[in-house]
C-alpha cells in the first residue's frame, strides 16, 4: 500500500525502516534537512529492545557513548554528590547507552531502505481521511501541502511531535499539549577544554526552581540542558532568547555559566509536555511516537517509546494484512499500556529534575547518599530499567 508519513524525526524514520520492505514509503519533513543541536538521552528499555530485532542496534550504539555517572555541585561549584551509572548498566544486562538524540535521526537515517522517498521542506497544511476509492474499493487518505499540491495514500501516519497538528483531527478536544510546569533550553557549543574538564560524568546544578545540565558530547563539544519551573497554565511554545537564557540561568555553576556564554541565537526551548489522546487512529490516519503518547522529555524514555512503538505498528499492519484500520486497532491496543506506563513514571519523576523548595532539594540529596548504601543502587538501577 501507500504510505505517508508526516515527520522525518526518529518515529518517521524508524517505521519507515519497516514498512519499507513492503510499502510505498514517504515521508514529508518540513525542515529543510536533519535537525542538529539537541540533547543527550539515555537508550534503554523497549526501544533498545525492539533496535535490536530491527538490525538498527549497532549502528546506534557506535554513536553512543556509556559516561561514568553524574556528579552534582553546588553553586560555588562544589561537589555534593555522585551516582554512578555502574549499577543501571547492569541492571539493564548491558542494554544501555548515552546518545545525541540527533545522532539517533542519522544513525535511523543511515539505515533508511532505498526504497523510501524522503522529501525535506515539505511542509502539510492539512489532512483529511478522505473517504476517497482506491483500488478494490479500499479508502484512502488525503494530505494537502503547502505548495498547493496533494497526496492521497492508502495510510497517513502522524509522527509530528507531541504538538502534533494532527491530533485533533483523530481525537477531537485532545490537540493542545498537556503541560507539566516546565521550561527546558538545550543547545551544543564548542569548547575543548571544557568538554576535557567535565569528562566522563555529567555535571547536574544542586539548586532550587533551575537547574542546569552540562555534558562532553565529544571531544569538542559540550552540550548543555537548562530547566525552571514555569506556570502550568501555559501551552504557548516559548520563543528562543538567548539573552534572556544567559539571564535565567546565570550563577547555577562556574562550568554553566562559561557554556551560556556559547549559547547561540537559535536553540531548542519548549515546555516540558505530554500528548494524551483517548483514540490513537480515525479511518486512515494514525498518531505515532509524541503525537500520540509523549511521555515528556524529563521522563527519559521518549525515543525508546519511539522506536518501539514504531515497531509495534509495523508488526500490527502486518499481522492483519490488508485489513488496515483493524491493524491501526492491535497497534493500540497492545502498545497503549506500555505508552501510558511510561507516562505516569514521567510525571511522577518530573519534580526530581527541578525541586521546587529548599526541603525538597535536601530529601534528594539525602535520597542520592541513601543510594551509596549497599545494595541500593541496584535496587534503584533495577526500578528504572524495568519502567
Do not use: K, N
Request: a neutral charge.
Amino acid at each position: 500500500m501507500d504510505v505517508l508519513l508526516l515527520g522525518g524525526g526518529i518515529t518517521g524514520l524508524a517505521l519507515a525502516h519497516e514498512l519499507a520492505p513492503a510499502h510505498d514509503v514517504t515521508v514529508l519533513e518540513a525542515a529543510p534537512g536533519p535537525r542538529g543541536g539537541g540533547y543527550m538521552i539515555d537508550f534503554f528499555g523497549p526501544g533498545f529492545v525492539a533496535a535490536e530485532r530491527m538490525g538498527l542496534l549497532e549502528e546506534l550504539r557506535s554513536r553512543g557513548h556509556v559516561f561514568e555517572g553524574v556528579r552534582y555541585a553546588a553553586p560555588d561549584g562544589t561537589e555534593t554528590g555522585r551516582i554512578d551509572v555502574g549499577p543501571l548498566v547492569a541492571a539493564a544486562g548491558g542494554r544501555y547507552f548515552s546518545i545525541l538524540r540527533p545522532e539517533v535521526e542519522l544513525g535511523l537515517l543511515a539505515a533508511l531502505p532505498a526504497s523510501v522517498q524522503l522529501r525535506y521542506g515539505a511542509r502539510v497544511e492539512a489532512v483529511r481521511d478522505a473517504g476517497l476509492e482506491g483500488a478494490a474499493g479500499s479508502r484512502r487518505a488525503a494530505v494537502e501541502l503547502a505548495d498547493g499540491s496533494t497526496l492521497d495514500a492508502d495510510l497517513v501516519v502522524a509522527c509530528d511531535g507531541v504538538r502534533s497538528a494532527v491530533r485533533e483531527l483523530v481525537a477531537p478536544g485532545h490537540g493542545a499539549i498537556v503541560p507539566m510546569g516546565y521550561r527546558v533550553a538545550s543547545y551544543l557549543c564548542e569548547d575543548p577544554q571544557l568538554a576535557a574538564e567535565l569528562g566522563e560524568r555529567m555535571l547536574m546544578t544542586d539548586t532550587v526552581g533551575r537547574v542546569g545540565w552540562a555534558y562532553a558530547a565529544d571531544a569538542q563539544r559540550v552540550g548543555v540542558m537548562l530547566a525552571e519551573r514555569v506556570d502550568p497554565a501555559r501551552t504557548a511554545r516559548p520563543v528562543p532568547d538567548r539573552g534572556r537564557l544567559q539571564r535565567a540561568f546565570a550563577g547555577l555553576h562556574p562550568q554553566v555559566d562559561r557554556a551560556l556564554a556559547h549559547a547561540p541565537e537559535s536553540f531548542y526551548d519548549d515546555l516540558v509536555a505530554q500528548a494524551v489522546a483517548p483514540r490513537w487512529s480515525r479511518g486512515r490516519v494514525v498518531l505515532a511516537g509524541d503525537a500520540a503518547h509523549a511521555p515528556s522529555l524529563l521522563a527519559g524514555q521518549g525515543t525508546s517509546l519511539a522506536i518501539a512503538g514504531a515497531e509495534a505498528l509495523a508488526r500490527s499492519l502486518r499481522a492483519t494484512g490488508p485489513h488496515v484500520e483493524a491493524g491501526l486497532a492491535e497497534y493500540e491496543r497492545r502498545w497503549r499500556p506500555t505508552a501510558e506506563r511510561v507516562q505516569r513514571a514521567g510525571r511522577r519523576s518530573a519534580s526530581f529534575f527541578t525541586p521546587s523548595s529548599r526541603a525538597q532539594l535536601r530529601l534528594q540529596q539525602i535520597a542520592r547518599r541513601a543510594l551509596s548504601l549497599p545494595g541500593a543502587s541496584r535496587l534503584a538501577a533495577r526500578s528504572i530499567a524495568a519502567a
